[in-house]
């Protein structure tokens, strides 16, 4: 009996996850096709007594368009960039990319070593990059 009592217990939870596993599956609240948007941030810096210091990059919308993908977000965010040493033992570079992201227009700040860099961009389903660079206080 206590063999059998454990199995039953064993299967009720196994039952449960799976249950959890179908119910999450199902709450994807979108339309599948549409693609989500990601931008991708590049950051060129130089070191900092010895060190890379790694850069949040503020994402602020200024004018989202409508109709954006149910997924993406339309609200401020940052994205962290890790930087590594270069080669050369002076400068630091880092990417990374952002979270899925409403089409239109965004603006994008990150402090560097030098001073805080900014500009806005318009985001399209065809994505975009934006390159900030130590000592020029906009981005390419």
Same mark, same amino acid.
Request: hydrophobic share 40%; with cysteine; glycine share 8%.
């Given at each position: 009996?206590?063999?059998?009592?454990?199995?039953?217990?064993? #299967?009720? !939870?196994?039952?449960?996850?799976?249950?959890?596993? %179908?119910? /999450?599956?199902?709450?994807?609240? @979108?339309?599948?096709? +549409?693609?989500?948007?990601?931008?991708?941030?590049?950051?060129?810096?130089?070191?900092?007594?010895?060190?890379?210091?790694?850069?949040?990059?503020?994402?602020?919308?200024?004018?989202?368009?409508?109709?954006?993908? #149910?997924? !993406?977000?339309?609200?401020?965010?940052?994205?962290? %960039?890790? /930087?590594?040493?270069?080669?050369? @033992?002076?400068?630091? +570079?880092?990417?990374?990319?952002?979270?899925?992201?409403?089409?239109?227009?965004?603006?994008?700040?990150?402090?560097?070593?030098?001073?805080?860099?900014?500009?806005?961009?318009?985001?399209?389903?065809?994505?975009?990059?934006?390159?900030?660079?130590?000592?020029?206080?906009?981005?390419?």
């Amino acid at each position: 009996m206590l063999f059998s009592s454990n199995f039953a217990g064993r #299967k009720a !939870s196994l039952v449960l996850v799976t249950a959890v596993v %179908v119910t /999450l599956a199902g709450c994807s609240g @979108g339309d599948e096709s +549409a693609p989500l948007i990601r931008t991708s941030i590049k950051v060129q810096s130089i070191t900092q007594q010895g060190n890379c210091e790694d850069v949040n990059v503020k994402v602020v919308p200024v004018s989202i368009l409508p109709d954006a993908p #149910k997924m !993406s977000n339309s609200k401020e965010f940052v994205t962290p %960039v890790k /930087l590594t040493k270069g080669a050369d @033992g002076v400068s630091c +570079a880092g990417e990374a990319a952002t979270i899925p992201m409403a089409p239109g227009k965004w603006k994008f700040t990150a402090s560097l070593p030098s001073e805080i860099a900014s500009c806005e961009r318009d985001v399209a389903l065809t994505g975009s990059a934006v390159a900030f660079k130590d000592a020029e206080n906009t981005c390419s």
